[in-house]
Antibody, heavy 121, light 106 residues
Framework: EVQLLESGGGLVQPGGSLRLSCAAS????????VNWVRQAPGKGLEWVSG????????HYAESVEGRFTISRDTSNNTVYLQMNSLRAEDTAIYYC??????????????WGQGTKVTVSS | SYELTQPPSMSVSPGQTASITCSGY??????VCWYQQKPGQSPVLVIY???KRPPGIPERFSGSNSGKTATLTISGTQAMDEADYYC?????????FGGGTTLSVL
């Protein structure tokens, strides 16, 4: 079964850091890109970060550029999102999501259950 | 930055057709996909590459995209289709979501 499982969310103070993990199973991790998408309370979906070019190139939303870093470990099929200099507006449920097509930025056919991040003092 | 615009809400009677629009500059030149999200659940992909349905998505869901508008059509809408719907496209290697449309089946 194709599955994504996020972890690492929690409560953090403004200016703090957090690292999210997304463990993938059931598909060729090197072939399909995994992205991060977030949803603030009561709001819509916002793409955060992802890969292209088979995982070589990383991309970020303007709102997180310079503060967040996406990476992946192909030895354990895990994608990470390192979040630094966190702000109240980063409070959201963070989902990881898999591209439906190989090697390209397409659509997200598999989503994790999400991990909640709260930035508050 | 690129923007996608959806109506915030719409309603439809059971058995009728719901058409949810998504507009953006030269959107017809891009591939559009659509997600369904029910309260407390993760989004579900219902249409990708404008018109394709993933496995398990009912045939009553269909899509189109031309000019500046993409449309998700739900034929014979059922009560279970009540949800938030989001369109999404790519612009210069960043994914852009529409603001979402809450569909009520009344």
């Amino acid at each position: 079964e194709v599955q994504l499982l996020e972890s690492g969310g929690g409560l953090v103070q403004p200016g703090g850091s957090l690292r999210l993990s997304c463990a993938a199973s059931g598909f060729n991790f090197r072939t399909y890109a995994v992205n991060w998408v977030r949803q603030a309370p009561g709001k819509g979906l916002e793409w955060v970060s992802g890969f292209s070019d088979g995982g070589v190139t990383t991309h970020y939303a303007e709102s997180v550029e310079g503060r967040f870093t996406i990476s992946r470990d192909t030895s354990n099929n895990t994608v990470y999102l390192q979040m630094n200099s966190l702000r109240a507006e980063d409070t959201a449920i963070y989902y990881c999501a898999k591209d439906v097509l190989r090697g390209s930025q397409s659509a997200f056919d598999i989503w994790g259950q999400g991990t909640k991040v709260t930035v508050s003092s | 930055s690129y923007e996608l615009t959806q109506p915030p809400s719409m309603s439809v009677s059971p058995g009728q057709t719901a058409s949810i629009t998504c507009s953006g500059y030269k959107l017809g030149d891009k591939y559009v996909c659509w997600y369904q999200q029910k309260p407390g659940q993760s989004p579900v992909l219902v249409i990708y590459q404008d018109v394709k349905r993933p496995p398990g998505i009912p045939e009553r869901f269909s899509g189109s995209n031309s000019g500046k508008t993409a449309t998700l059509t739900i034929s014979g809408t059922q009560a279970m289709d009540e949800a938030d719907y989001y369109c999404q496209a790519w612009d210069r290697s960043t994914a852009v979501f529409g603001g979402g449309t809450t569909l009520s089946v009344l």
